[in-house]
């Protein structure tokens, strides 16, 4: 059998020449039972319409679910927060600072025995001079006053002149 005026409707068609006509021609043809082997190939693509049931149109009850869908939930509550409640936050944070200031601290003593002394365990503190004060033993002033109520002025020799 020649199909002659299908193959030239498929030509068309893939061109996108034909009419709505035409594309009812081709859809009644590769709905039949009995279709050529070199043209099965394009059976699915004229028959499925027809084998797949139409469910995108909307139901009776869209409406219906569509606004169980968007109807407001129940209303939130507010909360009462007291004030100890909003700084709470701020309570922790001082709480941790206090602790790692703490601890810092700590870390900076080094742990010695019972015996030693805990100020010369500090960096530069080991070099301190045993005795009296140097501003107590400054020679220069405590030798001035002396000597100038000691000696006479007559005696010295720079005030002779």
């Not at 810092?104 to 365990?121: E, M, R, Y």
Request: net charge negative.
């Amino acid at each position: 059998m020649d199909y002659k005026y299908i193959n030239q409707l498929l030509e068309r068609y893939w061109r996108c020449e034909t009419s709505l006509e035409e594309e009812d021609i081709l859809r009644s043809f590769f709905s039949q039972k009995d279709v050529p082997v070199e043209l099965l190939r394009f059976k699915d693509l004229f028959t499925y319409e027809q084998a797949e049931k139409k469910s995108d149109t909307l139901g009776d009850d869209f409406d219906r679910r569509l606004l169980a869908m968007t109807e407001d939930a129940a209303p939130v509550k507010a909360r009462t927060i007291s004030m100890a409640q909003r700084l709470r936050p701020i309570f922790k944070a001082a709480a941790m600072v206090a602790i790692i200031l703490t601890l810092g601290n700590a870390l900076q003593v080094p742990f010695a025995g019972k015996d030693a002394d805990p100020i010369s365990q500090y960096d530069g503190y080991d070099n301190i001079r045993k005795g009296t004060s140097i501003a107590m033993t400054d020679s220069a002033v405590v030798d001035s006053m002396k000597r100038s109520i000691a000696e006479p002025q007559a005696q010295r020799p720079d005030m002779l002149k």
